[in-house]
């Protein structure tokens, strides 16, 4: 014996239908089979409608009613030959005729009672069954219509109705023994001991299937569907959702509870009671597994099986000293709300018993606050307790697994995804089974927790990288060049997947939640994008409420590293190669650390000093350790190595310049290298990441270009002024040489001192074999006193900064829900 259950998707066209029937004919040739179908898709909503138009005495019930009318006699005249159709229209037309005095009376009355509500929902399932069990019969298979009303009784709770279970299992058994018909059964409604009809709940059809399958102790229960199975999340919600192939009965159920759609909550128990597996199966793709749901050992494989939410509730806290230590004052606040008929879907109460917090439905929370006003009037006068409050507009958020039982970290990992994603819990809620761990958020934050869990416990194995990237010149365009070349290779090898979500000039900017191509730009900008305004920007990025999202700086402009604390309120990490933040004021520089570690975002900032190569990082890394820096040497500037290295004294200092500005090693304007201000910019990040408080009107910066040059109208002009003074820089050069020395333009940090300037270093020197344009950097610490920690290799060039970009946010991307770990 198999249930099959059909629900509205399956049974809302004719070629879904004829689908179902290819289903029943093929399975009941293998097992006896019952078949319980729910209404056609969308009807069930056009009957409330209906019958909320005519209580309030509007007319528009009856266009809806002839409308419904027409689909189904349509969907017979198509199933059904012109010989069998006449007597099926006719029972069809008994139906509607019943159902429009119904609906007549009650706009004559305008009043909609609980029962007459239910009596015209049922109709749905009454009309798609029959037409069903009609069809079935064309078909050939011996088929029989089975009013559910007459087998499920259940008490007159109108709307969501308790089940008599006793008598309904009786009831079943007897009229299914002996039958070897297919039973095409009603789902959703049932009746009182008085015959008054009564529905299940929404999703009601699932527990009829799993009603009578526990009763006539069938081997499987089959809920035929639109979706291949139970997903790891809300399909809707979550895109990088994943079928289960199995859960617990446990499972099932927490995930039901908490909003899971393809199973309605009650389902579960009475197969449970009877160990009757439960598949999920797609309709329109039979051939997918789907998932199953049993009694056998849960797959822990996997921590957290499932993510699911209640998309709206309203959460009630009472708060008050007089609860402190007063036996019974929960049971009380309990017992008031069963009186007033106030579901509970969630309870925690601080260890303090200062506070008691709930969560329940938002119709039913003014009902809540108006009986616990009541009750508690007296506890409130006195000051027992201090306030009753209500906060709307919430969601629930439940992570369930059985593979969560016993394990250390989960509920650390969960809280700590979604503090780097700056979402806020309200609430928290862990049964002693370990296997629920439930979380109450905003609701404007609910699909931003529900992707953030999800990827915290990989249950797409992705890692989704939200970019939002401002300045798209020379190292932007090279930074999204590399995102081309390796996102593929990134997304196979490391599961990682970047999307291009914003971006943005100085003019123009433009934003896609589902991502934007990195080539094409900034030519798109022109066409597509919109003024540029840095908070408007802002604004628009955190609106999509995306996990994961990394502001990328790639400019040299003030404003954007002045908007860095805007960006990291807002919960962005940022990734920057702009070294104005950095290297502004000292408190500037202190409050965006705090900034970043208040925010739990990361602010990563590798190219500030030496292009690509982990500077840094590595001095970071020795801070952490313990080590004490005494020394910092470094020669910071790609352009102002390359110039030394080639400068030979023969050559005129002028024209060295001139050579290094064509093959692109300076600055538009050579100025901007030869006064020393960009390496003094380093020294400084340099010595702050040491932890030396440190201004940049303490550094002592020898700016190489001579004085009658500095207000130059022109880089021609420049260059001509430079050019005479091309003898003193060969007097320098000829001076070092004389000494078996070399000139060296180096930072340095020692005793307090910290200068920039063009010095004379001998072969015994850590930089003497420096060559090209590669920089050069030496730590001398207490770990390192005899021989200095050197990094050395390319410092400059836009393809090595873009590569330290992206080497940021592989720190951030490869670290578990952007931890706060040294990386």
Not at 288 to 316: F, Q
Not at 622 to 628: H, T
Not at 647 to 669: C, H, I, M, N, Q
Request: proline share 3%; aromatic share 8%.
């Amino acid at each position: 014996m198999r249930i099959l259950k059909f629900g509205g998707t399956s049974v809302g066209s004719e070629s879904a239908i004829r689908q179902v029937l290819k289903l029943i004919t093929e399975k009941q040739k293998e097992d006896r089979i019952q078949v319980v179908v729910s209404a056609f898709g969308g009807v069930t909503n056009t009957l409330e409608e209906m019958v909320s138009d005519a209580s309030a005495g509007r007319d528009e019930y009856r266009k809806q009613l002839k409308k419904v009318e027409q689909r189904h006699v349509d969907m017979v005249r198509t199933l059904i030959g012109v010989q069998g159709q006449s007597s099926v229209l006719t029972e069809l037309k008994v139906l509607f005729n019943e159902l429009e005095d119904v609906l007549h009376g009650v706009s004559l009355t305008h009043e909609l009672t609980g029962r007459t509500h239910d009596f015209v929902l049922g109709f749905g399932e009454r009309l798609s069954a029959f037409v069903l069990s009609a069809a079935l019969q064309e078909q050939g298979i011996d088929a029989e219509y089975v009013d559910a009303r007459s087998i499920i009784k259940t008490n007159a709770d109108f709307g969501n109705a308790r089940v008599l279970t006793t008598e309904t299992t009786q009831n079943i058994r007897e009229y299914f023994e002996n039958r070897d018909t297919v039973g095409v059964v009603t789902g959703f409604i049932a009746s009182t001991e008085t015959g008054e009809t009564t529905t299940l709940g929404r999703g009601g059809s699932d527990y009829t299937a799993s009603l009578i399958g526990a009763a006539l102790d069938a081997d499987a229960i089959e809920i035929w569907t639109d979706v291949e199975g139970i997903m790891t999340a809300d399909p809707r919600k979550v895109e990088r959702h994943l079928p289960i192939q199995k859960l617990s009965y446990e499972e099932a159920m927490e995930l039901s509870h908490f909003g899971a759609e393809v199973i309605y909550p009650p389902t579960v128990y009475p197969a449970m009671s009877a160990s009757i597996p439960i598949y999920i199966k797609n309709t329109f793709k039979p051939e997918s597994p789907g998932t199953v749901i049993n009694r056998e050992p849960a797959d822990i494989s996997t921590n957290v099986k499932g993510i699911s939410s209640i998309d709206e509730v309203t959460l009630i806290t009472l708060k008050g000293s007089g609860m402190i230590g007063v036996s019974g004052f929960a049971a009380r606040i309990f017992s008031v709300l069963a009186d007033a008929g106030v579901n509970i879907i969630m309870i925690t109460q601080a260890s303090s018993e200062h506070t008691v917090c709930f969560a329940v439905m938002p119709r039913q929370a003014p009902q809540a606050i108006q009986s616990l006003k009541t009750n508690f009037s007296f506890e409130l006068k006195e000051g027992m307790i201090d306030e009753i409050k209500e906060e709307s507009n919430c969601s629930i958020v439940a992570a369930v697994g059985e593979g969560m039982k016993h394990t250390p970290g989960i509920s650390g990992r969960l809280f700590r995804a979604l503090g780097r994603n700056g979402i806020n819990v309200r609430a928290i809620a862990q049964g002693s089974s370990e296997r629920n761990i439930s979380v109450v958020v905003k609701k404007k934050d609910l699909s931003k927790t529900l992707n953030t869990i999800h990827d915290a416990f990989f249950l797409s194995k992705i890692k989704s990288v939200n970019l939002f990237l401002v300045g798209v010149g020379l190292i932007g365009n090279k930074v999204l060049e590399l995102f081309e070349k390796q996102a593929e290779l990134l997304f196979k090898e490391h599961n990682i997947a970047f999307n291009l979500c914003g971006i943005a000039n100085s003019r123009y900017y433009k934003i896609e939640q589902k991502g934007m191509p990195f080539t094409g730009w900034p030519e798109r900008l022109e066409e597509d994008g919109k003024p540029m305004d840095l908070q408007t920007f802002l604004d628009e990025a955190g609106e999509l409420n995306l996990p994961n999202s990394l502001f990328i700086d790639c400019t040299a402009s003030s404003e954007v590293a002045d908007f860095y604390p805007e960006v990291m309120r807002a919960n962005f990490s940022v990734v920057t190669a702009n070294k104005k933040a950095n290297s502004g004021t000292l408190h500037h520089y202190q409050a965006l650390q705090e900034l970043a570690l208040k925010h739990n975002v990361m602010y990563l900032y590798e190219t500030n000093v030496g292009a690509g190569l982990p500077v840094v990082k590595t001095l970071k890394e020795q801070v952490l350790a313990g080590d004490k820096i005494t020394k910092i040497e470094g020669v910071l500037s790609g352009t102002l190595s390359y110039i030394f290295n080639t400068y030979d004294g023969e050559t005129p200092f002028s024209e060295v310049v001139r050579t290094a500005l064509e093959k692109g090693f300076t600055e538009p304007d050579p100025r901007e290298d030869l006064n020393g201000r960009d390496v003094a910019r380093k020294l400084l990040i340099l010595c702050r990441e040491a932890g030396i408080e440190v201004e940049m009107s303490d550094l002592t910066v020898e700016n190489l270009v001579p004085e009658s040059a500095r207000e130059a109208d022109s880089v021609e002009d420049f260059f001509e002024k430079l050019s005479d003074f091309d003898d003193e820089f060969k007097k320098r050069y000829d001076k070092a040489a004389s000494n078996g020395h070399r000139l060296c333009y180096i930072a340095s940090y020692e005793d307090g001192e910290a200068t920039v300037s063009l010095e004379e270093i001998d072969d015994e020197h850590p930089f003497s074999g420096l060559s090209g344009s590669d920089n050069i950097i030496a730590f001398h610490t207490q770990h390192y006193r005899d021989t200095p920690l050197v990094v050395k290799g390319p410092g400059a060039g836009a393809e090595v900064t873009a590569g330290g970009i992206l080497a940021d946010i592989l720190r951030i991307s490869n670290v578990p829900a952007f931890s706060n770990e040294v990386v």
